[in-house]
C-alpha cells in the first residue's frame, strides 16, 4: 500500500505513470480503518445478512463525510466484498485551491480507488451507466439515496430540491433489463449510528431487498421508500439518545432545571427496560453508569448542561434552541441531534415521556 501512494505522488510529480491502485482497494480501507479505528470503535451487526455470491446496492444512511470508509468496512467485515462507491463530483470543488490538492488530486485517488462520480445537479445518462455496468459484471457498489449528509441528526433529511429518496431501484431495473436468463441483484440496507458521545459506531445491515424482472417506475418507487423505511427501522438505541430525550422534556415541560445524578440514570434505565423490539447498544446494558457520564460530558462540553457534584443543571433555553441546518447543528445543540437519530420510533420516544411525564400527572 505504501509503495502504491509513493507511485502516486511520483505521479502527480511528473516522475512516473500512473499506477493502478484498484487492486489495492482493501489495503488502503484498511490502512484507514485503522486510524478510524474500526477494530476497536465499529461493531457491525447481522452481517450474515450479507449477500456473498450476488451483485449489490449497498444502501446507507448518510452521517459524515467519511461514510463510504465506514460503509466499505462494514461490508468488507460482513462479506468480504470489496465495493465500488457513488459520489458526486463537486464533492472538493472548495478544496481545489489548496497547495496539497495541486499534490494530492484527491478525486483522482478516490476515482482510482473505487468511485465513480456522478453530477448530483445535473446527472447524464452516461455517467448512471457505468453502476448498471458494474452489477452486470457481479461486483457492487456503495451509495446514500437521502443524496445529502444529515445535519440535524434525522435519519434522512430532504432538503432544497430533494424531495425523495435517490432511486437506487433504478439500478437494479437497468442491470435486469434484457437479462432473459435472469441476473440475481439485491438491495441491502446499511444504517450507520454514530455515537458521538462515545466516539463508536454501529453499522447495522438490514435484510436484501430485491426488484421483479420488468418491474414498472411504480413497483421501484415503492421499493426506494421501502429501502428508506427499511434503513430508518434499523437505527442502534444508545445511552446518549435517551438521555438526550430526557433532558429535552424536562426543558419543554419546564420542569426542574436539576437533576439528581442517580435519579437521571434511575431514568435513562428504567426506558431501555421499556423499549423492545429494537437494537439496543450492548454498551448501554453492560455499563450504562459509563454510557451516561459520556453522554453527559458531551452536553457539558456544548454548554447545555453543567454538572455540579451529584447532580445534572439544564440551560433550557440552549437545549431548546434550534441552531442553523448546517454543519454546526450538532456542536451547537448535541441533546437535539443526538434526540433526532430515534425521534421516529413512536415507542421509544412514548418510553421516554412515560418516564419523564407520568409520575409528575
Same mark, same amino acid.
Given at each position: ?35 478510524? !479505528? ?14 456473498? =455470491? ?26 468480504? @466484498?470489496?465495493?465500488?462507491? &457513488? ?21 483522482? @485517488? ?81 444504517? !450507520? ?7 463508536? =459506531? ?64 434511575? &431514568? ?94
Amino acid at each position: 500500500m505504501i509503495a502504491g501512494l509513493a507511485q502516486y505522488l511520483l505521479h502527480r510529480l511528473h516522475l512516473a505513470p500512473r499506477p493502478d491502485l484498484m487492486r489495492k482497494r482493501a489495503e488502503f480501507c484498511t490502512v484507514i480503518g485503522h486510524f478510524l !479505528r474500526w477494530r476497536t470503535q465499529l461493531r457491525v451487526v447481522h452481517g450474515e445478512r450479507c449477500p456473498r =455470491d450476488v451483485s449489490c446496492v449497498f444502501a446507507q444512511n448518510h452521517v459524515l463525510l467519511l461514510d463510504p470508509f465506514v460503509s466499505f468496512g462494514a461490508v468488507m467485515q460482513s462479506s468480504g @466484498l470489496l465495493p465500488r462507491f &457513488m459520489s458526486r463530483d463537486d464533492f472538493f470543488a472548495e478544496k481545489k485551491n489548496s497547495w496539497w490538492y495541486r499534490l494530492v488530486n484527491v478525486d483522482e @485517488l478516490i476515482c482510482q480507488l473505487g468511485t465513480l462520480e456522478i453530477s448530483r445537479g445535473n446527472v447524464s445518462i452516461g455517467q448512471l451507466r457505468p453502476f448498471v455496468n458494474v452489477l452486470r459484471s457481479g461486483e457492487s457498489f456503495i451509495m446514500y439515496p437521502g443524496r445529502t449528509r444529515s445535519r440535524s441528526g434525522l435519519i434522512f433529511e430532504y432538503r432544497g430540491e430533494v424531495q425523495e429518496p435517490g432511486s437506487a431501484s433504478f439500478f437494479l431495473a437497468q442491470a435486469q433489463r434484457g437479462r432473459e436468463e435472469g441476473l440475481d441483484v439485491a438491495i441491502v440496507p446499511l444504517t !450507520r449510528t454514530r455515537n458521538f458521545a462515545t466516539g463508536t =459506531d454501529t453499522v447495522l445491515v438490514g435484510y436484501p431487498l430485491r426488484l421483479a424482472p420488468r418491474a414498472g417506475r411504480e413497483e421501484q418507487r415503492a421499493l426506494d421508500f421501502q429501502l428508506v423505511e427499511a434503513i430508518a427501522e434499523n437505527v442502534t438505541v444508545n445511552a446518549t439518545q435517551i438521555a438526550a430525550g430526557i433532558l429535552y422534556l424536562h426543558a419543554l415541560h419546564g420542569l426542574e432545571e436539576s437533576i439528581g445524578r442517580g435519579g437521571f440514570e434511575a &431514568m435513562v434505565r428504567a426506558v431501555l427496560e421499556r423499549v423492545n423490539g429494537r437494537y439496543i447498544d450492548p454498551d448501554a446494558r453492560a455499563d450504562l453508569p459509563g454510557q451516561v457520564s459520556a453522554a453527559l460530558a458531551h452536553f457539558r462540553n456544548a454548554g447545555l448542561v453543567v454538572l455540579p457534584r451529584d447532580s445534572i443543571r439544564l440551560d433550557r433555553s440552549k437545549i431548546l434552541a434550534t441552531p442553523p441546518m448546517d454543519g454546526t447543528f450538532r456542536k451547537l445543540n448535541p441533546v437535539k441531534y443526538s434526540l433526532n437519530q430515534i425521534l421516529h420510533f413512536a415507542d421509544v420516544t412514548q418510553a421516554i415521556e412515560d418516564v419523564v411525564l407520568t409520575p409528575r400527572a
